[in-house]
């Protein structure tokens, strides 16, 4: 899939998970490392714009931490509670709070969380 399908498709999905995760506009900037309005509003309304290559690194891990919730929690209500629900793992704070702090790698952490309780043990 070339960067530009990739957008397409990915902004797509990362707008409809934003509404089921309940996230604000600042917030979905954050998430998106855009911080101005006016490129924020071409992005969500101009479905043949081509993200950044950073934004697209970060909308893949909105998407796989998305997929990997659903895995987790099979009521989506649960799933899509999870992100705003304090978190022994990450101190007190929900994964929200950890993806808002605005680096890649605070998405990262959370893929990787959620990529290892999605493991079952050998037995």
Known sequence: MSSQEFS????????NIMEEWTIDVESQKVLLGVSLAKQFNKIKTDSS???PHSSLIRVSHIIRIYKLLRILFPNANQ????????NDYLNG???LEEMLKGQISNLEKITEYLTEQTKC???
């Open 8 to 15: 397409k498709v990915g902004t797509k999905v990362f707008f």
């Open 49 to 51: 714009s081509v993200l």
């Open 93 to 95: 704070e929900s994964a």
């Open 121 to 123: 043990p050998l037995r």
């Open 79 to 86: 799933a899509n509670g999870w992100v705003h629900k304090p």
